[in-house]
């Protein structure tokens, strides 16, 4: 089974400039997350999908991100206009629909790590 | 809301020997999940160890297993037998049930010393 892709693996760019990363979950997998992980720190939650609906994006910095995932399989992410402190890696993760009490594990992403000059 | 601390930010342990990693939680629910994630230099966040609130015994996944506070919201790692392949950054890191993201703590920066 394959994983969590993420493109690209690394980016650096220009304050002020955009960027877009892209994510293609584990087939089925009907929950997809983006989390922001700043150098020294735990990730922390963008925005969650279930299938093509946003479920939670009260982190998200809506003046400069935006994402999308159509057809409620890839996703996307982007940033305009990056800031300095937009430097970090940026998490894909994607699980299977969970109902009730039932928990289902969460599959990473390699990340894409973001430098903003 | 739900916060997940790791006061640790660094530890060493010999090869071979035995390391315990620090979490505490706070949280108001009663139905929870707690897990350890590890992510070595490649940044691939890799699944340790889960454990249900609701189960009082303690998980363990070969060298990996936790102690499991409930009522003092402590939640820690003990790794036996320490490999240099143990050598990364450990997540300690909470969610409720369905389909909730996980809280994540700041980490704990682990060194294998051959």
């Known amino acids: 089974e394959a994983g969590v892709a993420q493109s690209p693996r690394y980016k650096i760019i220009e304050k002020r400039q955009s960027v877009a990363f892209w994510c293609n979950p584990i087939?089925?997998?009907?929950?997809l997350y983006w989390y922001q992980q700043i150098l020294g720190q735990g990730p922390k939650l963008l925005i969650q999908?279930?299938?093509?609906?946003?479920?939670?994006d009260s982190q998200l910095p809506k003046d400069r991100f935006s994402a999308e995932r159509l057809k409620g399989v890839d996703s996307t992410l982007k940033i305009q206009p990056a800031k300095l402190e937009d430097s970090a890696v940026y998490l894909c993760?994607?699980?299977?629909?969970?109902?009730?009490?039932?928990?289902?594990?969460?599959?990473f992403g390699p990340g894409t790590r973001l430098t903003v000059l | 809301a739900q916060t997940v601390t790791q006061s640790q930010p660094e530890m060493s342990v010999q090869e071979a020997e035995t390391v315990t990693l620090s979490c505490t939680y706070d949280?108001?629910?009663?139905?929870?999940?707690l897990f350890w994630y590890k992510q070595p230099p490649s940044r691939q966040m890799i699944l340790v160890i889960r454990?249900?609130?609701?189960?009082?015994q303690n998980a363990t996944e070969n060298r990996f297993s936790v102690n499991f506070q409930k009522a003092a919201k402590s939640f820690s790692l003990k790794i036996s037998d320490s490999q240099l392949g143990d050598a990364a950054m450990y997540f300690c890191?909470?969610?409720?049930?369905?389909?909730?993201?996980?809280?994540f703590g700041k980490g704990t920066r682990l060194s294998v010393i051959a």
């Open positions: 993760a994607s699980s299977n629909l969970a109902s009730g009490r039932l928990v289902n594990e969460q599959f």
């Open positions: 087939s089925g997998h009907a929950t």
């Open positions: 999908f279930q299938n093509n609906g946003v479920v939670d």
């Open positions: 949280t108001s629910e009663s139905d929870y999940y």
């Open positions: 454990q249900e609130a609701y189960k009082q």
């Open positions: 890191a909470y969610r409720t049930s369905g389909n909730t993201p996980l809280v």
